[in-house]
C-alpha cells in the first residue's frame, strides 16, 4: 500500500470527486482514477459510492479514512526529520524578540517560517534587549532579535546583523496640549511627565535627559505608546509601534514639535554563528525578517 494512494484516497473523500482532488493535488485524473482503483482492489472492497462525477464514501471508505489521514501525516513527520538529519539543519530554533515590532509582525514571520521549514518546532520568547542577549551568551537562545542603542553590547564572540533601522519618534497624545504647539521648548517638557522605557537595570533609555521633571518609567515599548496614548505624558515610540492605531479605541498619537523630534536605531539579529548565509535557517529567517521590515512602511504619525 502506497502513501501516494492513500493520499489520493484521502483527496477524493474530501472533496466527493477525482476532478477536484487531481485539481487539489496537481495530478491529472485518470492517474488519480487508476490509484483509486489500485487500492480498492489490494483491499478487496469499494471505497466509494459513484454517482456520475460525484463520489461518496463506502462504509469500508468511511471505516479506513481516519486512519488513512493518520498515516499519510506520520509518512510526512518521517520525511522531514529525514530532511532536517541529512541537512545538519536543527530541530529546535529558540528565537528572542523584543516588542519593537508589532504582533502583526512576528505572526507573518511565523507563518513564513512554518511554511519554510514545516518540520521546525519553534519556541519564540519575547523579552528585553538586555535579557535576550544574556540569554543568547548562556546558550538558551539561537537568535535573538532586538534593536540595538546605547550602552547595549553584544560582546566579540556574538555575530551581529542589522536587518533595518528603526526611528524613534517624540510623541504626545493628539488632544495633548503638547501637540499643539508650533514649537517647544524643554522648559514645556519639564512640566508634562516623561514616559520613558527602563532597562532590566532599571536605567531610562530613549529619552530627552535635558529634562529635568517627573518621569514615568515602564520596560515595555508598548505600555510606553499606551501610556503616552492615555495622556500620562510624553516621550519616544518606536515608529512600527505607530501602525494600526486606528482600528483600537482612543486618540492616537502626535508629534512634540522639539529640536529632538526623532532619531533612530539599528534593529539587530544576533547569534553565535554566522546568521549570513541563507541556506541555513537562522540566515534564512534572518534575511526573512530583514525582507519584511523593508516591505513595510514604519514612522507615520498619520493614524487617527
Same mark, same amino acid.
Given at each position: 500500500m502506497k502513501v501516494e494512494s492513500l493520499r489520493y484516497f484521502v483527496a477524493v473523500a474530501q472533496t466527493g470527486s477525482?476532478?477536484?482532488? %487531481?485539481?487539489?493535488?496537481?495530478?491529472?485524473?485518470?492517474?488519480? $482514477?487508476?490509484? /483509486?482503483a489500485a487500492l480498492e482492489d489490494e483491499l478487496a472492497a469499494p471505497l466509494f459510492r459513484r454517482s456520475g462525477n460525484s463520489m461518496a464514501l463506502s462504509p469500508a471508505g468511511e471505516a479506513m479514512v481516519d486512519d488513512a489521514v493518520r498515516l499519510i501525516a506520520l509518512a510526512d513527520k518521517l520525511r522531514r526529520n529525514v530532511d532536517h538529519s541529512r541537512d545538519g539543519e536543527p530541530a529546535k530554533l529558540r528565537l528572542g524578540r523584543d516588542d519593537v515590532l508589532p504582533e502583526a509582525f512576528w505572526r507573518q514571520i511565523i507563518r513564513d517560517l512554518r511554511q519554510h521549514r514545516p518540520g521546525l518546532e519553534l519556541n519564540m520568547l519575547y523579552a528585553s534587549p538586555e535579557v535576550l542577549l544574556r540569554q543568547l551568551h548562556q546558550g538558551q537562545l539561537d537568535l535573538a532579535c532586538c534593536l540595538g542603542g546605547p550602552g547595549l553590547q553584544a560582546g566579540p564572540e556574538i555575530h551581529s546583523r542589522v536587518l533595518g533601522r528603526i526611528t524613534m519618534t517624540l510623541a504626545v497624545a493628539q488632544d495633548h496640549p503638547l501637540s499643539q504647539l508650533s514649537q517647544?521648548?524643554?522648559?514645556?517638557?519639564?512640566?508634562?511627565?516623561?514616559?520613558?522605557?527602563? *532597562?532590566? @537595570?532599571? &536605567?531610562?533609555? =530613549?529619552?530627552?535627559?535635558?529634562? +529635568?521633571? &517627573?518621569?514615568? #518609567?515602564? $520596560?515595555? =515599548?508598548?505600555?510606553?505608546?499606551? +501610556? /503616552?496614548? *492615555?495622556?500620562? #505624558?510624553?516621550?519616544?515610540?518606536?515608529?512600527?509601534?505607530? %501602525?494600526?492605531?486606528?482600528?483600537? @479605541?482612543?486618540? #492616537?498619537?502626535?508629534?512634540?514639535?522639539? #529640536?529632538?523630534? $526623532?532619531?533612530? =536605531?539599528?534593529?539587530? %539579529?544576533?547569534?553565535? !554563528?554566522?546568521?549570513?548565509?541563507?541556506? !541555513?535557517?537562522?540566515g534564512w529567517l534572518s534575511q526573512c525578517i530583514e525582507a519584511q521590515m523593508h516591505s513595510l512602511r514604519f514612522g507615520s504619525l498619520s493614524a487617527d
Open positions: 477525482v476532478s477536484r482532488a %487531481a485539481a487539489r493535488l496537481g495530478r491529472n485524473r485518470t492517474t488519480v $482514477s487508476m490509484a /483509486i517647544v521648548s524643554n522648559a514645556d517638557l519639564a512640566d508634562v511627565p516623561q514616559v520613558v522605557y527602563l *532597562d532590566q @537595570a532599571g &536605567e531610562a533609555r =530613549f529619552h530627552v535627559p535635558e529634562v +529635568a521633571g &517627573e518621569r514615568l #518609567g515602564l $520596560s515595555s =515599548f508598548e505600555l510606553v505608546r499606551d +501610556a /503616552i496614548r *492615555d495622556g500620562l #505624558g510624553w516621550g519616544y515610540v518606536p515608529a512600527p509601534l505607530l %501602525a494600526g492605531l486606528s482600528e483600537t @479605541a482612543g486618540p #492616537g498619537l502626535g508629534t512634540v514639535a522639539h #529640536g529632538q523630534v $526623532s532619531t533612530w =536605531f539599528p534593529y539587530l %539579529a544576533h547569534s553565535c !554563528t554566522v546568521p549570513g548565509d541563507d541556506s !541555513t535557517v537562522l
